[in-house]
């Protein structure tokens, strides 16, 4: 048996199906959804939240679909109403602009993702200087998203343009493909 496998050669390597890395991260209602110092062209709000909740480290293969699913509540102010991740129902805030006078990050996003709501939870996918790769998504409850090619990161956060009064947080479940390498083999050769 060991001296007929020793004289199988290998015939060909394939990319098998992709295993997911599972992530859980905690967004604060006061983060923002990528760094608007770093994103000068995408500014959006006051800038008075928090820093975006990033994962990185993780390789990213263009094509790839990353799956989110979001749980939990935010506010908009002290004691205002629970809002889940899909955002306000009676609020779109697309091209809306906000209190501060300036636009929401929702007016950024990727037009087939859209409407976007008050609070709702959205994504971007980042290089490794934190700059936004490809257009930011909708999240909501949950989304399916492919990798744009040179993505390293991934920067979550809440549609909003005043921050500082948020309150509540989003559990974000994170299925990240990993790649898995098939070696095929074929005796005789």
Same mark, same amino acid.
């Given at each position: 048996m060991y001296?007929?496998?020793?004289?199988?050669?290998?015939?060909?390597?394939a990319v098998g199906q992709a295993q997911a890395k599972e992530v859980t991260v905690t967004v604060p209602a006061t983060a923002m959804p990528w760094n608007p110092g770093v994103n000068g062209k995408k500014s959006f709000g006051r800038r008075d939240g928090g820093r975006p909740v990033m994962i990185a480290g993780q390789h990213l293969f263009e094509g790839a679909k990353v799956r989110f699913v979001a749980s939990g509540e935010t506010t908009t102010i002290p004691g205002g109403i629970a809002i889940g991740p899909d955002g306000q129902a009676d609020f779109v805030a697309d091209d809306a602009i906000g209190n501060?006078?300036?636009?929401?990050?929702?007016?950024? /996003?990727?037009?087939?993702?859209?409407?976007?709501? #008050?609070?709702?939870? +959205?994504?971007?996918? @980042?290089?490794a200087d934190g700059r936004v790769v490809g257009a930011p998504f909708l999240i909501g409850r949950?989304?399916? /998203?492919?990798?744009?090619?040179?993505?390293?990161? #991934?920067?979550?956060? +809440?549609?909003?343009? @005043?921050?500082?009064?948020?309150?509540?947080?989003?559990?974000?479940?994170?299925?990240?493909p990993e790649a898995s /390498?098939?070696?095929?083999e074929k005796e005789g050769q």
């Amino acid at each position: 048996m060991y001296k007929v496998a020793t004289m199988m050669s290998l015939a060909a390597l394939a990319v098998g199906q992709a295993q997911a890395k599972e992530v859980t991260v905690t967004v604060p209602a006061t983060a923002m959804p990528w760094n608007p110092g770093v994103n000068g062209k995408k500014s959006f709000g006051r800038r008075d939240g928090g820093r975006p909740v990033m994962i990185a480290g993780q390789h990213l293969f263009e094509g790839a679909k990353v799956r989110f699913v979001a749980s939990g509540e935010t506010t908009t102010i002290p004691g205002g109403i629970a809002i889940g991740p899909d955002g306000q129902a009676d609020f779109v805030a697309d091209d809306a602009i906000g209190n501060s006078g300036l636009v929401f990050p929702a007016h950024y /996003v990727d037009q087939a993702t859209r409407p976007v709501k #008050l609070n709702a939870l +959205i994504g971007a996918f @980042i290089d490794a200087d934190g700059r936004v790769v490809g257009a930011p998504f909708l999240i909501g409850r949950g989304a399916t /998203v492919r990798v744009p090619a040179g993505a390293m990161g #991934l920067s979550l956060g +809440i549609n909003d343009d @005043i921050y500082a009064d948020n309150g509540g947080s989003l559990s974000v479940n994170v299925d990240i493909p990993e790649a898995s /390498v098939t070696v095929e083999e074929k005796e005789g050769q």
